[in-house]
């Protein structure tokens, strides 16, 4: 065990899978010496070379159908797409071939597939490269949508993910990558489907993902001050989502906040608090309440961008609101 | 090809405004007072400039994340650019496009584009409107190396061709797209030879020479004025920065650098304008020192001008 930034955990978790597994190798835009565009695969061209980290022109379909292809053929292609927002351009490959290819084939295809793509504001990156998507992916059965918030998670769920027999779409948070915590050094897994509990509380349940787990966590402690104690839970996954977690936490405090920076509206949110309402509604003493983006692109300049993104605060007055 | 002396101080005057524009950038990102990605143009202004001198106003453009130099070129106001460079409500977007997604409609500029290769199609629009309107104005494509290899620049150039619309295709081959060399993204070497696969002309042009990028570009507009079609036109030029500041480069020699920043297009241009008689020493320092003074005024501007006010963030999501 020792102290590791979320970004050197990731890249430890693909260098130690790349070593395990010889079908597995990376592709992507400047994923090679260069070592992405964030730093995720550094030093893993010179251990594994060209052969397993593969520089990619600039072609987002071609790197997402490409990884599909070669992961239906028998191989686990991790493929990095520099920011979410280029999803775009690879839709098709994603949704309509790397998320069906099983079903429709009647089970006859496997497409053990990673799509690793960092997303979220906070950088002055604009309404182009600051997105956060997971609503899309969550929308598309057949694929799985990670989204790891702390270092020693993002590392066993990107094992995990590599190990998964389904395309896995893995969504890092880019404020995220120089945030350290402890990660043990040898390799292992953490289970896709299964949340946990960051902070235990017995007054209201604050389901977060991502960055958005910090802002919770920070919440807490202000409400603490007020008398509150408030439960973070993260899912960690959105799909296979952890709805066991959510449903216990909702019956021992009664009251749910969703926390995400995604847009709010039509945002992972939706799901969790309809999921609330169907299943605890007997449990719950307050209406579910959801803090998210506002309805609009991401903003460039930095006040707009600061009032943009969902914080602590936003999440403490959707409490007090409730409790 | 004979132009006159105005035209040719005009495209010297671009040139460096262009230039004093990037390296007050250069330095203002230097100082932590830009936020965001800031990707200079230094190096390649001969290419803006020879393309945007062969347009009208009325023309449009479609331009990149490299954008600077191309929105300058077609007309952009220097103070609105710097006030949105620098996250200001008196910016171009009201500070929320930010240097990646500058536009003036107004001006045919489409708009820098944080998508690489998401140019294309829309330029494919741009002209066809025109098509559509008869209203002979003509589209001009900016994209790199990297951004031929997207399928929406193939798209684009097929779609333009079967259509036969009144489109400008300009490569600027800068031999990277990040850090990939053009050698290991593309087995061709001229990216002019893919406009044989669309049957329209390629031509490879040297980026560096402004006339030569002028006069291959007023051959291409001519054509597609005349209803017959787009052309591909490929200027191999380099930049001289990283590929965005704070990019450390050290994917490329210091060597080839300085055989490009030996072939810096501003002096090999001014001495053909002095050797000519077009343009004094003196007339030539004069145009500097103004440009300069200009910068420092949109600097001036940007930085007196206020932060967009949060209120403002709804606005302008629809119409
Ligand atoms: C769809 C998409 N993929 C990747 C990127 C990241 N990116 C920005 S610029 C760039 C390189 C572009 O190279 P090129 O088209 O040659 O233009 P240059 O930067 O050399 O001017 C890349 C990969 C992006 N912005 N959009």
């Known amino acids: 065990m020792s102290e590791k930034t979320y970004l050197q955990a990731l890249n430890e978790a693909l260098?130690?899978?790349?070593?395990?597994?010889?079908?597995?190798?990376?592709?992507?835009?400047?994923?090679?010496?260069?070592?992405?565009?964030?730093?995720?695969?550094?030093?893993?061209f010179d251990?594994?070379?060209?052969?397993?980290?593969?520089?990619?022109?600039?072609?987002?379909?071609?790197?997402?159908?490409?990884?599909?292809?070669?992961?239906?053929?028998?191989?686990?292609?991790?493929?990095?797409?520099?920011?979410?927002?280029?999803?775009?351009?690879?839709?098709?490959?994603?949704?309509?071939?790397?998320?069906?290819?099983?079903?429709?084939?009647?089970?006859?295809?496997?497409?053990?597939?990673?799509?690793?793509?960092?997303?979220?504001?906070?950088?002055?990156?604009?309404?182009?490269?600051?997105?956060?998507?997971?609503?899309?992916?969550?929308?598309?059965?057949?694929?799985?949508?990670?989204?790891?918030?702390?270092?020693?998670?993002?590392?066993?769920?990107?094992?995990?993910?590599?190990?998964?027999?389904?395309?896995?779409?893995?969504?890092?948070?880019?404020?995220?990558?120089?945030?350290?915590?402890?990660v043990p050094d040898e390799s292992y897994s953490i289970e896709l489907g299964k949340g946990e509990i960051k902070r235990e509380g017995t007054d209201v349940t604050i389901v977060a993902t991502s960055q958005m787990v910090y802002s919770a966590l920070e919440a807490a402690e202000k409400l603490k001050a007020d008398g509150i104690e408030a439960e973070v839970v993260d899912p960690r996954c959105l799909q296979p989502l952890d709805k066991d977690?959510?449903?216990?936490?909702?019956?021992?405090?009664?009251?749910?906040?969703?926390?995400?920076?995604?847009?709010?509206?039509?945002?992972?949110?939706?799901?969790?608090?309809?999921?609330?309402?169907?299943?605890?509604?007997?449990?719950?003493?307050?209406?579910?309440?959801?803090?998210?983006?506002?309805f609009c692109p991401v903003p460039f300049s930095p006040p707009l961008e600061q009032f943009y993104i969902p914080g602590a605060d936003n999440i403490v007055e959707a409490v007090k609101s409730i409790r | 090809m004979a132009l006159s002396k105005k035209t040719l101080i005009h495209m010297y005057e671009t040139m460096n405004r262009i230039r004093l524009f990037e390296q007050k950038l250069q330095e203002f990102f230097a100082a932590g007072e830009i936020p965001g990605f800031v990707h200079l143009y230094l190096g390649e202004e001969a290419v803006a400039t020879g393309a945007c001198s062969a347009l009208t106003d009325a023309d449009m453009i479609t331009s990149t994340h490299r954008g600077h130099g191309h929105l300058l070129a077609k007309g952009g106001d220097l103070k609105l650019m710097m006030a949105e460079i620098f996250g200001r409500s008196t910016g171009y977007c009201k500070g929320k496009g930010g240097s990646m997604h500058i536009a003036d409609l107004d001006l045919g500029i489409l708009g820098a584009n944080g998508i690489v290769?998401?140019?294309?199609?829309?330029?494919?629009?741009?002209?066809?409107?025109?098509?559509y309107k008869k209203s002979k104005e003509v589209a001009l494509c900016f994209f790199g190396d990297g951004a031929s290899n997207q399928g929406t620049t193939q798209e684009s150039l097929n779609m333009a061709s079967a259509w036969k619309l009144p489109l400008v295709f300009v490569n600027e081959n800068n031999g990277y797209g990040i850090s990939c060399p053009q050698c290991?993204?593309?087995?061709?070497?001229?990216?002019?030879?893919?406009?044989?696969?669309?049957?329209?002309?390629?031509?490879?042009?040297?980026?560096?020479?402004?006339?030569?990028?002028?006069?291959?570009?007023?051959?291409?507009?001519?054509?597609?004025?005349?209803g017959e079609g787009p052309s591909l036109i490929e200027c191999k030029t380099y930049r001289w920065r990283g590929h965005f500041e704070g990019d450390a480069c050290t994917y490329r020699c210091t060597e080839e650098l300085e055989e490009w920043m030996?072939?810096?297009?501003?002096?090999?241009?001014?001495?053909?304008?002095?050797?000519?008689?077009?343009?004094?020493?003196?007339?030539?320092?004069?145009?500097?020192?103004?440009?300069?003074?200009?910068?420092?005024?949109?600097?001036?501007?940007?930085?007196?001008?206020?932060?967009?006010?949060?209120?403002?963030l709804m606005d302008d999501v629809y119409a």
């Open chain 2, 262 to 312: 030996a072939k810096d297009p501003i002096p090999r241009f001014e001495a053909k304008l002095l050797e000519s008689k077009t343009l004094s020493r003196k007339e030539a320092d004069k145009i500097k020192e103004r440009i300069a003074g200009d910068i420092d005024d949109a600097v001036n501007f940007a930085k007196e001008s206020p932060m967009p006010l949060t209120p403002a």
């Open chain 1, 15 to 44: 260098r130690q899978e790349m070593e395990r597994d010889e079908n597995v190798f990376i592709l992507g835009e400047d994923v090679g010496r260069f070592g992405g565009c964030f730093g995720v695969t550094q030093g893993l």
């Open chain 1, 47 to 182: 251990q594994f070379g060209e052969e397993r980290v593969m520089d990619t022109p600039i072609t987002e379909s071609a790197i997402v159908g490409a990884a599909s292809g070669a992961a239906a053929a028998g191989l686990r292609p991790v493929a990095e797409l520099m920011f979410v927002d280029f999803i775009g351009v690879a839709m098709d490959q994603l949704f309509n071939q790397a998320a069906k290819m099983r079903f429709m084939f009647g089970g006859k295809a496997t497409v053990p597939m990673t799509l690793r793509m960092p997303q979220g504001a906070g950088i002055g990156a604009a309404a182009q490269h600051s997105q956060s998507l997971e609503s899309w992916f969550m929308n598309i059965p057949g694929l799985k949508v990670v989204i790891p918030s702390t270092p020693r998670d993002a590392k066993g769920l990107l094992v995990s993910a590599i190990r998964d027999d389904n395309p896995v779409v893995f969504l890092e948070h880019k404020l995220l990558y120089g945030v350290s915590g402890e």
């Open chain 2, 117 to 131: 290769g998401g140019g294309g199609p829309l330029a494919v629009g741009a002209a066809l409107a025109a098509k």
């Open chain 2, 184 to 226: 290991k993204s593309m087995a061709v070497v001229d990216i002019a030879d893919r406009a044989a696969a669309y049957d329209m002309p390629g031509v490879v042009v040297d980026g560096n020479d402004v006339l030569a990028v002028y006069e291959a570009v007023t051959e291409a507009v001519k054509r597609a004025r005349k």
């Open chain 1, 245 to 294: 977690i959510i449903l216990d936490s909702v019956k021992k405090t009664h009251a749910l906040v969703v926390a995400h920076e995604a847009v709010q509206y039509s945002g992972p949110g939706a799901e969790i608090a309809a999921m609330a309402a169907e299943e605890a509604l007997d449990y719950l003493d307050a209406p579910v309440k959801r803090v998210g983006a506002p």
